[in-house]
């Protein structure tokens, strides 16, 4: 029998949320019945070498910025149509109109297309240039017309890629974000030791890409309260290293004295230990899909606080979270946080419980993406 042959198109494959949801699927999928290929705009990204170490190829293409977006469709269907590939699964937000009509052309029979954002930009009152809104709607268009399978993470997010319309197809499916449970279940009553513990100071952990849509400089503004207010909590911020908004964050901690008040990490690979080091989650984005370290945080039983600028739908209903405006001061952020660091965490049996019911485990999320290639391809 021939394995069925995906190629998942989501820009770099490096760290971040999107990516680490894919490599749930790659690590998940029977290596036997599917091939699954990624492509990638970088040189070398993060998850590229094990990507190949689990016998799937990272295919790189150029970028498509400027005046190399026709270079990048051009390379896009040389790969579509050298790899005979049965599906096509672009996670690229209204880019994915150009990549499904790609496919098209490329002969690709079976072309899903997956929603993870209701927003884009920076922020949800920063204004689109009518260039913009234009692409935006064109690219619409392109990805009602050349998808087969739309997908989204969230109602708000496939409302905001694909329109009302495509909501009430057959071939619509709202497929939440999933996370690693196990990772966080099986250590939940783990007492951990050593960083950031015993010391005297209470834990609030943030993770996530320093980018404005993030919000750490509003974290920033947090910190401080504590530190006005004489309280013993820090910010435990992790995230990528590098860029001019991580350094923003870096001179504000340095001018309002707060090296102690918030840490940043840096990239880490141990979240599930420094969740169960923490006291208290903290997210306070301007907007995202459904956000998988909020799924984290409530599988760790974390009491949460976080922006209300993203689809309830994550919430698991154990009253772990406290929606707040982004409008708010940092002052009543402050204080709902200094509340979440007073209670207790979930009870293990009742996170289980929620994690089921709500199907975010990345085991089940694989399972549904491999029998939704299955069937595409039998109906052939």
Not at 116 to 129: F, I, L, R, V, Y
Not at 147 to 161: P, Q, R, Y
Request: charge should be positive.
């Amino acid at each position: 029998m021939s394995k069925t042959k995906v190629l998942i198109v989501a820009g770099t494959m490096s760290v971040g949320g999107i990516e680490n949801q894919l490599m749930h699927l790659l690590r998940q999928a029977d290596k036997k019945q599917f091939q699954i290929d990624f492509t990638t705009t970088l040189e070398h990204p993060y998850y590229q070498d094990e990507i190949e170490a689990l016998g799937s190829k990272c295919i790189h293409i150029p970028p498509t910025e400027g005046r190399k977006f026709f270079r990048y469709c051009k390379a896009l269907y040389r790969v579509m149509r050298d790899g005979q590939y049965d599906v096509v699964h672009s996670h690229e937000l209204f880019h994915s109109g150009m990549v499904l009509l790609t496919a098209r052309l490329a002969g690709v029979k079976h072309r899903f297309v997956h929603a993870h954002n209701w927003m884009e930009g920076d922020s949800p009152k920063a204004k689109k240039s009518l260039v913009r809104r234009v692409y935006n709607a064109v690219m619409q268009l392109l990805i009602q017309w050349n998808g087969t399978e739309f997908i989204a993470c969230s109602t708000w997010a496939g409302k905001f890629l694909y329109g009302e319309r495509v909501l009430k197809q057959s071939n619509y499916h709202l497929i939440y974000n999933s996370v690693d449970t196990a990772r966080f279940i099986d250590q939940y009553d783990v007492k951990e030791t050593g960083e950031f513990c015993g010391d005297g100071w209470i834990n609030v952990f943030q993770i996530g890409r320093f980018t404005p849509v993030k919000n750490q400089l509003f974290s920033v503004e947090i910190a401080r309260e504590f530190k006005c207010r004489g309280k013993k909590i820090r910010i435990l911020a992790a995230g990528n290293d590098g860029g001019d908004y991580v350094t923003a964050v870096r001179r504000k901690i340095v001018r309002y004295e707060l090296d102690d008040y918030m840490v940043l990490l840096g990239i880490r690979k141990d979240v599930d230990v420094l969740m169960r080091k923490s006291s208290a989650f903290l997210l306070p984005s301007q907007y995202e899909g459904m956000p998988l370290v909020l799924i984290e945080a409530q599988a760790s039983g974390l009491p949460c606080v976080a922006a209300d600028t993203f689809s309830h739908e994550v919430d698991f209903g154990l009253g772990l979270i406290k929606w707040m405006s982004i409008e708010e001061s940092a002052e009543k952020w402050a204080d709902a946080v200094e509340e979440a660091v007073t209670h207790e965490r979930a009870r293990k049996a009742d996170v289980i419980g929620a994690i089921e019911q709500k199907g975010v485990d990345s085991k089940k999320f694989a399972k549904k993406l491999c029998t939704m290639y299955e069937k595409a391809v039998e109906r052939n």
